[in-house]
């Protein structure tokens, strides 16, 4: 099983992360915001990575600690529970519809992290999240994992609906990403033979 834990405590958060990359979906998260537990439970159901997260954050200052710390961890475990990466599919790409968006996302676990965001949003909350707050999630989780992630909104007009569909496709394409492919068997999937965060793999 793939698997791992994370606990991590600072002066401003503490969190014990748990994930299955080969799970059924399923989630238990409380962070505090309930718009961001809400994302973060779309993540797991889509992308068949069980996650529990736990945190207790500063929310007295503001949401930014809980919101880095929460993609931070959950980052975190995801590399622990890959390992070496051999066998993955590496790469992901999903396009999410949800009502009048349409959202793209492509992806590389390749050790070298990166983003590139291209959607804006024309509120400045969603339930009580700060959606500014949004981009810096994949931000932080694109550089825990080490992921070239590029996310797209293609049009839309509805927030909820931007936002909910790049949660959606990152999960798909995630699911990809993890998955074992059983014709690679226990290859890594690189020319040089090496693909971690920092390993600068092709």
């Given at each position: 099983?793939?698997?791992?834990?994370?606990?991590?405590?600072?002066?401003?958060?503490?969190?014990?992360?748990?994930?299955?990359?080969?799970?059924?979906?399923?989630?238990?998260?409380?962070?505090?915001?309930?718009?961001?537990?809400?994302?973060?439970?779309?993540?797991?159901?889509?992308?068949?990575?069980?996650?529990?997260?736990?945190?207790?954050?500063?929310?007295?200052?503001?949401?930014?600690?809980?919101?880095?710390?929460?993609?931070?961890?959950?980052?975190?475990?995801?590399?622990?529970?890959?390992?070496?990466?051999?066998?993955?599919?590496?790469?992901?790409?999903?396009?999410?519809?949800?009502?009048?968006?349409?959202?793209?996302?492509?992806?590389?676990?390749?050790?070298?992290?990166?983003?590139?965001?291209?959607?804006?949003?024309?509120?400045?909350?969603?339930?009580?999240?700060?959606?500014?707050?949004?981009?810096?999630?994949?931000?932080?989780?694109?550089?825990?994992?080490?992921?070239?992630?590029?996310?797209?909104?293609?049009?839309?007009?509805?927030?909820?609906?931007?936002?909910?569909?790049?949660?959606?496709g990152f999960a798909r394409a995630m699911?990809?990403?993890?998955?074992?492919?059983?014709?690679?068997?226990?290859?890594?999937?690189?020319?040089?033979?090496?693909?971690?965060?920092?390993?600068?793999?092709?």
């Amino acid at each position: 099983m793939r698997t791992a834990r994370i606990a991590r405590k600072t002066q401003e958060t503490d969190i014990a992360v748990e994930v299955n990359l080969d799970g059924t979906g399923a989630y238990q998260v409380s962070t505090g915001i309930g718009f961001l537990d809400h994302m973060i439970e779309q993540f797991s159901r889509h992308s068949l990575i069980d996650i529990t997260c736990q945190i207790s954050g500063d929310l007295h200052v503001d949401q930014h600690h809980t919101t880095e710390d929460s993609a931070i961890a959950i980052g975190e475990a995801i590399v622990a529970a890959l390992g070496n990466k051999a066998g993955i599919g590496r790469y992901g790409t999903a396009y999410s519809p949800m009502d009048e968006a349409l959202c793209r996302v492509a992806l590389d676990i390749s050790g070298r992290p990166w983003l590139v965001w291209k959607a804006e949003f024309t509120q400045p909350r969603l339930g009580e999240m700060d959606t500014e707050l949004f981009q810096h999630w994949f931000h932080s989780i694109a550089q825990a994992v080490g992921i070239t992630l590029h996310i797209e909104l293609l049009y839309g007009q509805n927030n909820h609906h931007i936002i909910e569909g790049i949660f959606k496709g990152f999960a798909r394409a995630m699911r990809q990403a993890v998955e074992l492919d059983p014709r690679k068997g226990e290859a890594i999937p690189s020319t040089k033979g090496l693909l971690g965060k920092g390993s600068l793999g092709d």
